[in-house]
C-alpha cells in the first residue's frame, strides 16, 4: 500500500525536467491538468478504504465526497475527485488484464472515463500510485501497456463514443497514423507500404502507432542482412520533437524472425541498437 508521502512525492517528481524522461507522458499532462491539487486529494484517499470491510474503492470514494462537501469543494471536483478514488485501479487492471489491442476493449474503457479529463488525470494517478506502491514494478512492459490505453482511449473518445471503429476503420487509422510518424523522420513511404504489405491486418490492431513506427524502422534498418533481428529501441535525441514526445517510452526489445522469403529470415544474429544510451533493458 503507497504512503500519501511517498505518492506526494511521485507526483512532485513528475514536474521536474528530468521526469521527462523516466515518465514522459506523466511530465507532460502534469503542465496540462487544470488543478493539481484534485490529484493529490485522490492520492490521499484512493487507499484510505482498505481494512474497513468491504470494496476499498468505493468506501474511499465515500470518504473523500464528504471531505469535499465539508471543505465547499465545488461540485464538479468532488464529482471527479470522487470518480478517481473510485476507479483508481481501472486503467491498470485494464492495462495488464484485457487485450487493448481490441477496439471493444477500448470502448469499453472509455465508455467508463467518458471524457479526456478524466483519462489524463487517471493516467497520471495510475503512474503515481504504482511507483509509489512499489517502484520495482514500473517497469517498460506497464510502461508501454499503459501508455497504449491512454492514447487508444483518447483517439476512441475524440472521435466519439457513439462512433465506434469497425475493424477496417481501425487498421486504416493506425496505418495512417503510424505512417505520418514515419515520414518526419525520414522513412521512404514506398519502403514503409512495400513492408508493410507483407503484414496482415491483426498486426496494426495489435499495436499502437508509436510501436510500429519502431518496429518499422527496425525491420528497414536491418535491410538485406540474412540473420534475424534483435531490436532495441529507445527515441534518439536527433528525431524532431514532435516524434520524441510521441515515442518517449522506456526502452523496448523485440526478437524477429520472420518466415521465408524475405531475405532477413534466415538463422543467425545481430543486434539493432540507436546510437544514444540505453536504461535497462526490459521486454514488451
Known amino acids: 500500500m503507497p504512503t500519501p508521502c511517498g505518492y506526494s512525492s511521485f507526483l512532485h517528481g513528475f514536474r521536474k525536467p528530468e521526469a521527462k524522461g523516466d515518465f514522459p507522458v506523466a511530465a507532460a499532462l502534469m503542465q496540462q491538468l487544470p488543478k493539481l491539487d484534485l490529484l493529490w486529494m485522490a492520492g490521499l484517499f484512493h487507499d484510505i478504504g482498505k481494512g474497513r470491510g468491504g470494496d476499498h474503492s468505493e468506501i474511499g470514494a465515500r470518504d473523500v465526497e464528504q471531505f469535499c462537501q465539508r471543505h465547499h469543494v465545488s461540485p464538479h471536483d468532488t464529482n471527479l475527485v470522487s470518480w478517481l478514488v473510485e476507479h483508481h485501479l481501472l486503467m491498470s487492471m485494464t492495462a495488464q488484464k484485457r487485450d487493448i489491442s481490441d477496439p471493444d476493449v477500448i470502448r469499453d474503457f472509455a465508455l467508463v472515463v467518458r471524457n479526456e479529463t478524466r483519462l489524463d488525470y487517471l493516467y497520471v494517478l495510475t503512474v503515481a500510485d504504482i511507483n509509489a506502491t512499489n517502484p520495482t514494478l514500473w517497469n517498460g512492459w506497464r510502461a508501454s501497456l499503459l501508455r497504449q490505453l491512454h492514447a487508444e482511449t483518447k483517439r476512441a473518445l475524440r472521435r ?35 513492408l508493410w504489405e507483407s503484414l496482415g491486418e491483426d498486426y496494426f490492431l495489435q499495436y499502437a502507432p508509436s510501436e510500429i513506427v519502431w518496429q518499422t524502422q527496425g525491420i528497414l534498418n536491418h535491410n538485406q542482412s540474412p540473420l534475424p533481428l534483435v531490436l532495441i529501441s529507445a527515441p534518439p535525441p536527433i528525431w524532431p520533437k514532435a516524434a520524441q514526445r510521441c515515442l518517449s517510452t522506456p526502452v523496448r526489445w523485440m526478437i524477429c524472425s520472420p518466415p521465408p522469403p524475405l531475405p532477413w529470415s534466415n538463422w543467425g544474429y545481430r543486434s539493432t541498437t540507436p546510437a544514444s544510451p540505453l536504461p535497462t533493458t526490459t521486454g514488451r
Not at 466519439?160 to 515520414?183: I, Y
Request: proline share 6%; glycine share 6%.
Open 160 to 194: 466519439g463514443l457513439n462512433n465506434p471503429p469497425d475493424r477496417d476503420d481501425w487498421v486504416r487509422e493506425t496505418r495512417t497514423e503510424a505512417r505520418s510518424l514515419l515520414q518526419t523522420i525520414g522513412v521512404n513511404r514506398e519502403q514503409i507500404d512495400h
